[in-house]
């Protein structure tokens, strides 16, 4: 081999090494950084290319590839598991803020509400005719139909907030798979750009934690990401998400494909986007519709019992409450009509149509178009007659019906918002079972404010008390939370040991690259000694000549 060799072969050290000081200054500068991959150098040595029988020096030393320290299964199984973590961190938050909504272990707590409300008519039962006692009734009652709005509203402002945060989402996803697309074009024009891989890798986990996602790389080394089957990217195209609201006001999210926008509200199953789908269609109406039964079937049975009564002005017949549904009737009479939710439904506020001829019942839904086959039930009372008519988890009684009878009726949605108190009067409060007008015991008389009062321990509200309806509710939402809870607490754990088994994979440790900067350094100055070595053989040589 001629002398100049040497040279050569110090020139591909110090070439080398300076790119492998590189890398390494590389690692330690994003030991910090979000999402990055360790990066490591692969040597080889360069053959001299000559044949011989005996062994032959090669040329030196190259830089093969510059590695990703990459594990495909670890970052596959840290996006599923984060994803999940995702889902039940916006389920346990959710549910923290629906906890305070129902609170009940203030002293300001809604059953409190209830209770008092109930006694205030037990006061009233001892002073039938008081004013103090009827005013101080009323108080109450405009104080419980405060605190039902209140927590009705509450709800009803946290679906809002959510659409709202997931308006927020969908646009981030947008941005985000733009990015991801501009990503893929670099990677694909410029393979070794393993920054880009990084920056690309942290948007795809990002995305998968708003919206459970696959993906997979093709040839050109572009990802194509996929949402339920369908495309968000794919072959350089980028089909874009929106959302807006449905016919039932449920969260709608719309995909862009080739051939327009779908529904892609059925195609999300995890991530922060299906909680909120979760928490603000599923979860909150669910309470808001055990409120309005709870505010209906309360209403209902004061209002059906104080209709019984009489005010000290002699006014019979009359609603302590706001009548929270619609009635037209349109052919015959009846004496009395109460209605009873046993449960809520899909069709719990639909409007019905109910017909009598004198023998039969018949029973319509009018908003679905389909006959509804109910089941009857009658008795009389003295010289009144009632027939009980249920259907859907919904009671309707009807006091004296005329042979011919036809009326349609719809409980309000959002019943809550329509619950207020319909007495002004104090006089018109129907404390008392007999006219006092016209007796002789006068407003001493206290039967139906005793019978309102006893309605606190009848189940009127559905199977339950109301105060042990409520209480349901509140005892649901705590075991919902602390199981939300449980859930957060696990994923936390499985993210963190899949981060730390990245981490010993692909995370930076700076004592190794510590090692690696000195031995790096120490190759270069070697490389280069080399050189300056191979120049003074040289020099000796040009003294010889001379």
Known sequence: MALTALFDIGKTGVLTY???LEVVSHNISNAATEGYTRQDVIFQNMPSGTISARGVSGRGVKLADIRRMYDSFIELQL????????????IQKGMLRLESIFNDASDVAFSNAINDFFNAWQELSQNPNGTAER????????YLVQ?????????LDERYEIFQDSQNLVNEINRYIDQINELNEKIAASPGSLDAKDQRENLVKKLNDIVQITYFEDNAGRYSILLGGMPLVDGGRVYHMSLGLDANQNMQFRLETPSGYIDATELIQGGKLKAEIDLRDSVIPEYMNRMNMLVFDLAEAVNAQHRKGYGLDGSSGNNFFNQIYDLNLTVGSFDDIIFKINNTNTNTYDQYQIQFDGTNWTVTDNTTSSSVTPTVTTWTEGTDTYYKLSFNDVEVTIKNPSNSLDFNFQIKHHTALFFDVAISDTNRIAAAGNDPTGSTSGPMDNTNARAIYGLLDKTIVGNYRPIDFYRAIVSEVGVYSASAQTQKSFQEALVQEMEKRRQDISGVSLDEEAVNLVKYQKMYEASARVIRVADE???TLFEMVR
């Open 18 to 20: 300076q790119k492998a």
């Open 79 to 90: 996006k599923t598991e984060s994803s999940r973590n995702s889902y039940w961190d916006v």
């Open 135 to 142: 005013s101080l009734l009323l108080d109450k009652a405009n």
């Open 147 to 155: 605190r039902i709005q209140v927590s009705y509203r509450s709800l």
């Open 537 to 539: 053989i040289l020099a």
